[in-house]
């Protein structure tokens, strides 16, 4: 973001402040479907307020229903493409008018390669896990950091794996990105300053699209995205600068 910006941040975060209402404001991407909706949810039964985008319109209109359904309708869901530097731009843009800055981000968005051996994984194939899992974040990182420096607060949780921390075959390009994940995690938590922090948070195994792709009909013995998130949750909210650098599991 530019430095001009900086002056409507500020207002912005004021004005967004008094709409909370106590609760924080989260942002996660990849929120229409997965552990992404499934957090959102639960955050926001919990009073938390909640900022999502993804790409599919139609599943954030569904989302957005459920949410308002206790007519609440403080949450902003939007179109965004985190592969796109210019549409997280965007993005940035958008929640600093409506929202302010947020109190957390969940990089969440994120995507598998086939199951497949390395040299049968197609070129477009590896750099789509790649420009979702890694640069992904990365713009994210880069658009929403300068806007949570003034104020020296605010907590990013980078998803990772457990295969982010050791390798299986068939998966390699999406076990290359989330070691990717852990390394810059750990990278970008030294250029923080005091009272932020950025997390590698490994969610564990659930039964999801993603997990289906690689395991087929035995995903389904993991537990269920809305039993995770419960657990996910309290755990997100609990993190501080403390946890600067840390990579946890759910």
Known sequence: MKAASFGAVNRAAAGAA?????????????????????????LA???????????????????????????????????????????????????????GVPDIIVNN???INRNNKIWEVPE??????????????????????PIMLP?????????????????AALVAPYCASKWAVEGLTRSVA???????????????VIHTEMLQSCFGTSASIYQEPDAWAS???TMILNLTGADNGASLTV
């Not at 009073?47 to 308002?68: F, P, V």
């Not at 206790?70 to 965004?80: F, G, K, R, T, V």
């Not at 907590?155 to 794996?161: D, G, K, L, P, R």
């Open 109 to 111: 968005a994120g995507t």
């Open 190 to 204: 030294k250029e923080l300053p005091d009272g932020m922090a950025v997390i590698a948070l490994n969610p564990g």
């Open 231 to 233: 657990k996910a949750a």
């Open 124 to 145: 477009e194939e590896f750099d789509a896990v790649i420009d979702t899992n890694v640069k992904g974040i990365a713009n994210v990182l880069r658009h929403f950091i």
């Open 18 to 42: 008094g709409a909370s209402s106590g609760g924080k404001t989260v942002m996660i991407t990849g929120v229409s479907k997965g552990l992404g909706r499934a957090l959102a949810l639960e």
């Open 151 to 167: 104020n020296k607060q605010g907590i990013i949780v980078n998803f990772s794996s457990g295969w982010g921390r050791s390798g």
């Open 45 to 99: 039964k919990r009073g938390h307020t909640i900022i999502g985008c993804s790409r599919a319109q139609d599943k954030l209109n569904s989302l957005q229903s459920e949410l308002s359904s206790d007519h609440n309708n403080h949450h902003l869901l939007l179109i965004a493409d985190v592969r796109s530097n210019s549409s997280v731009e965007e993005l940035a843009r958008a929640v600093i008018e409506k929202k």
